[in-house]
T-cell receptor, first 117, second 113 residues
């Protein structure tokens, strides 16, 4: 089973709202990722969690706050977003290669289409 | 720095034609990984293949085949006898010892009936 699930599928929020995106995988992967994708562009990495610890933050504004409650779940908390934050938010997971070891493919969820009004 | 170039922004073919999607990468690392992903209109990125830098063997999977050539830093993807369901954006991507997956800009493939 190579499935990553994301909820909700669509989200419309105002600039003063607080909302959360959720991601779940049951493949035993210990690396999880958040990406942002604008229309007609490739995904851009936002955050990486490795063994439930934040390992990469690509200088993302603090209005995006990730959380990894356990090895299967990944959340992205949203607060005071701007209209330019409207995008497709993709979650992914992969096996974790330690140090300079093997690297593995990432499996992506279907994404959450976020519109900020 | 890592860079992936997909020079073909859009390709349009008629069903049953063969089509090749080009991917050229730049890296200073001796160990790296290359990937192809498919993104249909629904939005989900679908993993197609992973290739390691030390394995230049070409691969065939059904109608899909990949040609990896380190001498030209290319990792091209061919779809044989294309079908309408192959219509999607295809991304080539590169990964080194870190966890940052570098994507190309993508190629929009449209297969017309």
């Amino acid at each position: 089973d190579t499935e990553v699930t994301q909820t909700p599928k669509h989200l419309v929020m105002g600039m003063t709202n607080k909302k959360s995106l959720k991601c779940e995988q049951h493949m035993g992967h210990r690396a999880m990722y958040w990406y942002k994708q604008k229309a007609k562009k490739p995904p851009e990495l936002m955050f990486v969690y490795s063994y439930e610890k934040l390992s990469i933050n690509e200088s993302v504004p603090s209005r995006f706050s990730p959380e990894c409650p356990n090895s299967s779940l990944l959340n992205l908390h949203l607060h005071a977003l701007q209209p330019e934050d409207s995008a497709l938010y993709l979650c992914a997971s992969s096996q974790e290669g330690r140090g300079a070891g093997v690297r593995y493919e990432q499996y992506f969820g279907p994404g959450t289409r976020l519109t900020v009004t | 720095a890592q860079k992936v170039t997909q020079a073909q922004t859009e390709i349009s073919v008629v069903e049953k034609e063969d089509v090749t999607l080009d991917c050229v990468y730049e890296t200073r690392d001796t160990t790296y990984y290359l990937f192809w992903y498919k993104q249909p209109p629904s939005g989900e990125l679908v993993f197609l293949i992973r290739r390691n830098s030390f394995d230049e063997q070409n691969e065939i999977s059904g109608r899909y085949s990949w040609n990896f050539q380190k001498s030209t830093s290319s990792f091209n993807f061919t779809i044989t006898a294309s079908q309408v369901v192959d219509s999607a954006v295809y991304f080539c991507a590169h990964l080194t010892s870190g966890s940052r997956l570098t994507f190309g800009e993508g190629t929009q493939l449209t297969v017309n009936p």
